[in-house]
């Protein structure tokens, strides 16, 4: 119930039971699946999604994803791309809209402002990022290839077939694109969800 004490799999409360698994009959004789067997099975699935991403991330260093997302020469780094006011622009609208109603962009421990990624990667995000080292670790890769992906001729496509989402307009996307969710066993934003997905399916590496 609502009132009650989340587990670890479910994340929050909720009204409706979790159902029975379903036995296959072929193999009466398996070990029943158990609780903490789901659990494991789950973070694996967490530990396994969060390092992929980890690893992808180091793999497009010292590349513009923009122009790569979008299709374009990339034979240059996003400090030099003529769109990299564009992105800016864009982010900074996103904080502005949300501001002007009394709310926020990003939940507070979701995402790194800068680059967007979760606290698992980024310390900036945790609030342990210090005088001496408060550089992004992978800054230029999520909101980059997000933002890529909308410009891209089938960027609409892709969405629509992966997240089942369909945008009006870059606002509503950057709105979206900063609502948070799960990933990798921990809080995160969906712009980190479409970067991931990306990162795999477009072979960017």
Known sequence: MREDVPCDICQQSHEEAIGPLERDQR?????????????????????????????????????????????????????????????????????????????????????????????????????????????????DVVLLLCYGIFLHATGADWLSERFDRQFRDIESFFDWLGEECDFGGGRAIQAVRVAAEALIDFELY
């Open 27 to 139: 193999h009466s004789d398996a070990t029943e699946r158990t609780g903490s067997a789901m659990m494991q099975e789950a973070r694996r699935r967490e530990y396994s999604e969060l390092a992929r991403f980890r690893e992808d991330l180091v793999v497009v260093r010292g590349s513009c994803l923009l122009c790569r997302a979008i299709g374009e020469g990339w034979d240059h780094d996003f400090k030099s791309c003529y769109r990299r006011a564009d992105v800016f622009h864009e982010r900074k609208q996103a904080r502005i809209r949300h501001e002007s109603k009394g709310r926020k962009w990003l939940q507070p421990y979701t995402a790194c402002f800068w680059c967007l990624n979760p606290q698992s990667i980024c310390h900036r995000a945790s609030g342990e990022a210090n005088e001496q080292d408060n550089r992004c670790r992978e800054p």
